[in-house]
């Protein structure tokens, strides 16, 4: 019965004390969910149950006058702990108010930080971006530094190796000097003793040079040596015209030790020059013609050469540059050139000069048609083969090489030795390599037709 008693005073008290309960529940959870000041974290919120719904059904209300002794203790406990309850939520409520108020300024503070962090953060990634921006110009500065230097070095570089060769060319034309001042101080000193040799000798002057079998060449001799150029051409013809001047009745040589062949103008003036001459010009070969002096050797009035001479023929060549018209106009000219000096060879060996073409490569891929003297007789590129050539118009002795002194610097590797009379100057390349200068061709219709398979002689 007490037990009974009991149960019921217990939830009467719990239907009591449930709204108020429920109220500072309400409460608590309100103040946990309210936003805290601007620029502060949010405290923390003091965990609260949430509010159960009663399963105890209401009843009629109970009249204290009908409670029992028990009861009515139970609800004064009831009261009591109500009481309770009350103050110990004020002072939670208070002690949680002390605590947001102690919250407040650490809240501050970590926002502060917060806040100064964000901003040094901030801070260091622009000057971190900016150091990156400089690092980067300084980079591609640096490089375009390095790039300059190594075009100034190889500037430099260049400029070296172009003084270098010029310093050889310097010295070989030095040396060459000397060699040709010494010769002349020997030729000097043995004047006196080259005259005294041959004060009693005469050249022969005979208007049928061949007799026996033997060519005499006179004084009356013209030397025609190394490329055909404009120099060597105003030297061959003003001698012509001199000899003509002295007599036009003894016959004049042109005697060629070794021509390549050379200028296409040049080589037609000295034949024009040939064929105006009142005294007869014969040409004698000893080694070697080609190409343009072939064309002289064979178009002369009268021609002579050794059995193991060499004469050969091919089509001209010219080395072109310009726009696509200057080369069709250089093309054009050459072919012209070529059908000029060539038809009156072919018409001299009874052949077109179709024919005389399709020949040239028959003979040899490279169209260069080369021939001994006795053959070159048969295709009548040549008028005599001798056996013997006496030049009776040498009459000093020459003076003989001597070796540099000591004290002089040892000259530098040099290209064989030509006559200066065709203006054509040796030289080194940047390899060291010997070759041949030709000077510019004045005519701008003008071509070179030179034989030259090895590649010594180079345009400017």
Same mark, same amino acid.
């Given at each position: 019965m007490h037990s009974r008693s009991f149960l019921r005073a217990f939830a009467l008290a719990v239907l009591v004390a449930s709204p108020a309960l429920a109220q500072t529940t309400k409460r608590a959870a309100a103040a946990a969910a309210a936003p805290d000041a601007p620029g502060f974290a949010p405290a923390a919120a003091i965990p609260t149950v949430p509010a159960q719904p009663t399963t105890v059904p209401p009843g009629a209300p109970i009249q204290r006058d009908e409670l029992t002794p028990e009861q009515k203790?139970? +609800?004064?406990?009831?009261? *009591?702990m109500r009481g309770e309850k009350a103050r110990i939520d004020a002072e939670l409520a208070l002690a949680e108010a002390k *605590? @947001?108020?102690? +919250?407040?300024?650490?809240?501050?503070?970590?926002?502060r930080l917060t806040t100064e962090r964000s901003l040094r953060l901030a801070k260091a990634a622009a000057e971190a971006a900016a150091l990156e921006d400089e690092r980067a110009k300084l980079e591609r500065q640096a490089a375009l530094e390095a790039a300059r230097s190594g075009a100034r070095l190889t500037e430099r570089s260049n400029k070296i190796r172009e003084l270098e060769a010029e310093a050889k060319q310097l010295q070989l034309e030095a040396a060459n000097t000397?060699? *040709? +001042? =010494?010769?002349?101080? #020997?030729r000097f000193q043995k004047e006196d003793e080259a005259r005294k040799v041959a004060s009693k000798a005469k050249a022969k002057l005979l208007k049928e040079p061949l007799v026996d079998g033997v060519l005499y060449v006179s004084d009356r001799r013209i030397s025609?040596? !190394?490329?055909?150029?404009? #120099?060597?051409?105003?030297?061959?013809? /003003?001698?012509?015209?001199? &000899?003509?001047?002295q007599s036009s009745e003894f016959p004049i040589f042109i005697?060629?030790?070794? =021509?390549?062949? !050379?200028?296409?103008?040049?080589? &037609? #003036?000295? #034949?024009?020059?040939?064929?105006?001459?009142?005294?007869?010009? &014969?040409?004698?070969v000893k080694g070697f013609a080609a190409?343009? @002096?072939?064309?002289?050797?064979t178009l002369s009035e009268r021609s002579f050469c050794y059995p193991n001479t060499i004469i050969l023929h091919h089509q001209a060549s010219n080395a072109v540059r310009g726009n696509m018209t200057m080369l069709k106009e250089q093309i054009d000219f050459t072919s012209k050139w070529f059908d000029r000096l060539a038809t009156p060879v072919a018409k001299k060996m009874g052949i077109s000069l179709e024919e005389f073409v399709k020949q040239m490569y028959a003979n040899d891929s490279t169209g260069d048609w080369q021939a001994f003297g006795d053959k070159a007789k048969e295709l009548k590129w040549v008028d005599n083969v001798v056996e013997r050539i006496e030049e009776t118009s040498v009459l000093?002795?020459?003076?003989?090489? /001597?070796p540099p002194a000591a004290t002089m610097p040892m000259p530098l590797p040099q290209p064989p030795t030509r006559t200066e009379i065709s203006g054509i100057t040796s030289r080194l390349d940047d390899k060291g390599r010997p &070759?041949?200068? +030709?000077?510019?061709?004045?005519?701008?219709?003008?071509a070179w037709w030179v034989y030259d398979p090895q590649g010594l002689y180079r345009a400017r």
């Open positions: 203790a139970s +609800l004064k406990e009831v009261d *009591r *605590r @947001t108020e102690e +919250l407040a300024p650490l809240n501050a503070e970590v926002y000397v060699a *040709r +001042l =010494s010769n002349e101080i #020997q025609f040596n !190394g490329v055909v150029t404009e #120099q060597l051409a105003d030297y061959v013809c /003003q001698r012509i015209a001199f &000899y003509n001047n005697v060629v030790d070794n =021509s390549p062949g !050379g200028s296409v103008a040049a080589g &037609y #003036q000295i #034949q024009k020059t040939m064929a105006a001459s009142k005294a007869p010009v &014969y040409v004698v190409s343009m @002096t072939a064309v002289i050797c000093d002795l020459l003076p003989v090489p /001597q &070759y041949f200068e +030709l000077p510019a061709l004045a005519n701008p219709f003008d």
